[in-house]
């Protein structure tokens, strides 16, 4: 049974950063694109990024191109999200998901098979 822990969030002012971690358990972490989601209030969840199984390399959404960072730790069975300059757009529930085997390049909710419970990030002026 996979499952997802996700902790890192919390307030923080507007320029600030954040840093958040999701560990994964019950399969073998390497072999999985990890994704990051976010879902503010009244809309929907929406793709921010994700990092790939084989040679992890990273795709984002053009909001936080050039200010997130997703990476990950296979040892550590353990994908981050580092966010920076972070604005109060950026102000939702942040959800790491686990890619589907048979999606090479996940960017829609329904590629992901597996979600972490969420964490809150709050920015302020």
């Known amino acids: 049974q996979v499952q997802l822990e996700e902790s890192g969030g919390g307030l923080v002012q507007a320029g600030g950063s954040l840093r958040l971690s999701c560990v994964f358990s019950?399969?073998?972490?390497?072999?999985?694109?990890m994704g990051w989601f976010r879902q503010a209030p009244g809309k929907e969840r929406e793709f921010v990024g994700h990092i790939r199984r084989n040679g992890g390399g990273t795709y984002y959404v053009d909001s936080v191109k050039g200010r997130f960072t997703i990476s990950r730790d296979n040892a550590k069975n353990t994908v981050y999200l580092q966010m920076n300059s972070l604005k109060l757009e950026d102000t939702a529930v942040y959800y790491c998901?686990?890619?589907?085997?048979?999606?090479?390049?996940?960017?829609?909710?329904?590629?992901?098979?597996?979600w972490g419970q969420g964490t809150q990030v709050t920015v302020s002026s």
């Open positions: 998901a686990v890619g589907s085997r048979s999606s090479t390049l996940p960017t829609r909710k329904y590629e992901y098979d597996y």
């Open positions: 019950g399969r073998a972490f390497s072999g999985y694109t």
